[in-house]
Nanobody
Framework: QVQLVESGGGLVQTGGSLKLSCKAS????????MGWFRQAPGKEREFVAA????????DYTDSVKGRFTISRDNARNTVYLQMNSLKPEDTAVYYC???????????????WGQGTQVTVSS
């Protein structure tokens, strides 16, 4: 099982940008689909973005399309989430996950990071 550690979260003003990183260890992520989920206080965890193992496919939740970009660097065993034009409603703990792409997309993959807090002030 792959271990995942997220970083890059923080406090940013509305309209600002952040780039999250998810560093994997234990196994190469080259064969895994990768994804980002988020959970705001009092809400259920929700899908944000996913990318297939060879970066052939990407998927985003509607609320972040055009603002967020998921990418991966298999040589660095790292997946990224570039977040632009941030809004207060993007405030949440962001989690990285790895597994088969279809499982990642449904949030049913086995490997998860501990999360990184993103706070967008109005």
């Amino acid at each position: 099982q792959v271990q995942l550690v997220e970083s890059g979260g923080g406090l940013v003003q509305t309209g600002g940008s952040l780039k999250l990183s998810c560093k994997a260890s234990g196994r190469s992520i080259s064969i895994y689909g990768m994804g980002w989920f988020r959970q705001a206080p009092g809400k259920e965890r929700e899908f944000v973005a996913a990318i297939s193992s060879a970066s052939v496919s990407t998927d985003y939740t509607d609320s972040v399309k055009g603002r967020f970009t998921i990418s991966r660097d298999n040589a660095r065993n790292t997946v990224y989430l570039q977040m632009n034009s941030l809004k207060p409603e993007d405030t949440a703990v962001y989690y990285c996950t790895a597994g088969h792409y279809s499982l990642v997309r449904r949030g049913e993959s086995a490997s998860w990071g501990q999360g990184t807090q993103v706070t967008v002030s109005s």
